[in-house]
């Protein structure tokens, strides 16, 4: 697949309008993407859990035209308020996909949106938003071509979202999906993800995501900021290696379902991901106090209870803590006994791992 096999061939069919919505998780990662190269292609392969609780609802209302408009045209609402700022944004994302969607200027879109999570979470909900866009954008292009098959239809969706927001693209399916080529994953791409194509063990089936919410503030460095600083950045090439190497290495944890290794991997991502932020320049630090106090105290659990509790981060402060079905009763009660006093507000959100979007 080149990006041209995502540019249509010219419609047979035509439509004056309609209705569609999806609802499109988040996602975690577990080998995480930092550092891109144009187009919103990765600088490595990502790995990621698909959420389920986490998610954006879209509804996308078209409407044809009188003749193909030189701008595009549609309202923005979110959470059912009109919201201009996020406009930009939307025109930016157009404007990357028109080639590959070419009727985008010939319609009124009315883009209805809400998420499932509180606004001020500090959870970005660019991945899921970006999801639920580019999935109700395919479903006018199948309307338009009804002969797109299930297959190119989340293939091009997970291309349109990445385009949007790199993460996005692993936000179409579920439940492990992974993103970037990598020499060892048939069918892997850096132009959209895919469902992870090895054996996973019923012990990562299940998997529970406890987000502690540390700090609910905006990030102070933008992910856009914070890839572009892996450009000249000293540990660049080893660090992206190494993602490769972990890929390599999860394949056989995932077969196996070795939790210890497991735990290594994910946490070790978790922290190069901060250590290129601290080692950038300028550097930076989106970590806070409570985070540490967080990780401190989830070693000191796992040791002295022998169970597989583990972080990763995203690029913030907030926790993300990961355990298995079989140790839920436990670990929950240790992050309700030790763990929630440092969340802001006491807030957290209960997630686990999805299977991808869902048509509305
Ligand atoms: O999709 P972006 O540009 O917001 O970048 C996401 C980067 C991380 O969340 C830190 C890692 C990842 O792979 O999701």
């Known amino acids: 697949m080149t990006h041209t096999s995502f ?5 047979l ?21 930092w550092g891109k190269k144009e187009n919103q292609i990765p600088a490595n392969p990502s790995i990621s859990f698909t959420l389920d609780a986490c998610a954006t609802t879209t509804i996308l209302t078209f409407t044809k035209l009188q003749k193909k408009n030189k701008e595009f045209s549609f309202d923005l609402f979110f959470e059912g308020k009109s919201k201009e700022d996020f406009k930009p944004k939307i025109i930016a994302f157009f404007t990357r996909i028109e ?75 579920g439940d492990v999906i992974q993103w970037g080529r990598h020499k060892e994953i048939e069918g892997s791409s850096d132009l959209h993800a895919i469902k992870y194509p090895f054996k996973i063990h019923p012990i990562f089936k299940n998997f529970h995501d406890t987000i502690l919410l540390v700090d609910k503030g905006q990030k102070q460095v933008s992910s856009t900021v914070g890839h572009n600083l892996m450009h000249n950045h000293p540990f ?6 190494q993602a490769h190497l972990n890929l390599s290495e999860l394949q056989v944890v995932f077969t196996e379902g070795n939790l210890d290794r497991f735990i290594e991997i ?11 932020m601290m080692t950038s320049l300028p550097y930076f630090i989106l970590m806070k106090p409570n985070t540490l106090k967080i990780i401190e105290k989830i070693w000191k659990f796992r040791k002295a209870s022998s169970t597989h509790v583990c972080f990763t ?11 298995p079905e079989n140790e839920k ?32």
């Open 236 to 241: 660049s090439e080893e660090r992206f290696k």
């Open 266 to 276: 994910v946490e070790g991502e978790a922290l190069t991901l901060h250590a290129m």
């Open 7 to 11: 540019v249509p061939s010219p419609y």
């Open 313 to 323: 981060l995203d690029a913030g402060a907030n926790v993300h803590v990961l355990y």
């Open 99 to 173: 080639k590959y969607l070419p009727f985008l200027k010939e319609y009124h879109f009315k883009i209805e949106t809400e998420n499932s999570f509180p606004h001020s979470s500090g959870i970005a909900s660019s991945a899921s938003g970006m999801a639920a866009l580019g999935l109700c954008l395919m479903s006018v292009e199948k309307e338009l071509n009804p002969e797109i098959d299930g297959i190119f239809f989340n293939q091009k969706a997970s291309f349109l979202a990445r385009l949007g927001s790199g993460s996005a693209c692993r936000s179409i399916e």
């Open 13 to 33: 069919h035509s439509k004056n309008g309609g209705k569609v919505s999806w609802k499109a998780p988040s996602n975690i990662a577990l080998v995480k993407y």
């Open 329 to 360: 009763d436990v670990v929950f009660q240790f992050i309700k006994d030790e763990l929630v006093v440092y969340c802001q507000e006491q807030q957290y959100i209960c997630d686990r791992i999805g299977f991808g979007a869902k048509k509305l």
